[in-house]
């Protein structure tokens, strides 16, 4: 059976710290989405909505650096379900993103800013300004 495959365009929630796991930088993280309407009686209306995710390896030391709370990011990825016994004994079903993908939306703002370490996985756009190379 294959998982299924979604695509969510919002904000990181909380600051994204890595973890080593056997090894392996592991990285969870939420990402807040948002529906606007005007119900019935005219009021505007607006619900959050948010989703957890986990990324592995390269993608999650990229995460880390470039994307700050409040960040606009695209992520792509497979659902996965996974159930765990929490502290008070119940059985927990837990729904999250397991990231394969991810982008920017709006500028790029790097959270650590070293010029001596280049970027993991992906690199940020360069700044537009005059001093780029394209001609028009």
Not at 5 to 13: C, E, F, S
Not at 58 to 80: H, N, P, Q
Not at 102 to 120: C, H, L, N, W, Y
């Amino acid at each position: 059976m294959s998982s299924a495959k979604v695509m969510i365009l919002g904000n990181v929630g909380q600051a994204p710290v890595c973890k080593d796991v056997n090894g392996q930088k592991a990285l969870n993280f939420s990402v807040a989405t948002s529906e606007r309407y005007t119900n019935k009686a005219g009021e505007k209306v607006e619900n959050t909505h948010w989703h957890n995710c986990s990324a592995w390896g390269k993608t999650a030391e990229f995460i880390e650096r470039y994307f700050a709370k409040g960040a606009g990011i695209f992520v792509v990825g497979d659902l996965v379900n996974r159930k765990y016994t929490n502290k008070d004994g119940h059985e927990v079903t837990a729904t999250e993103v397991k990231v394969a993908e991810v982008d920017f939306v709006g500028g790029a703002k790097p959270v650590q800013s070293s010029p001596s370490t280049p970027p993991t996985g992906n690199t940020p756009p360069p700044p537009a300004g005059k001093d780029d190379d394209l001609p028009f």
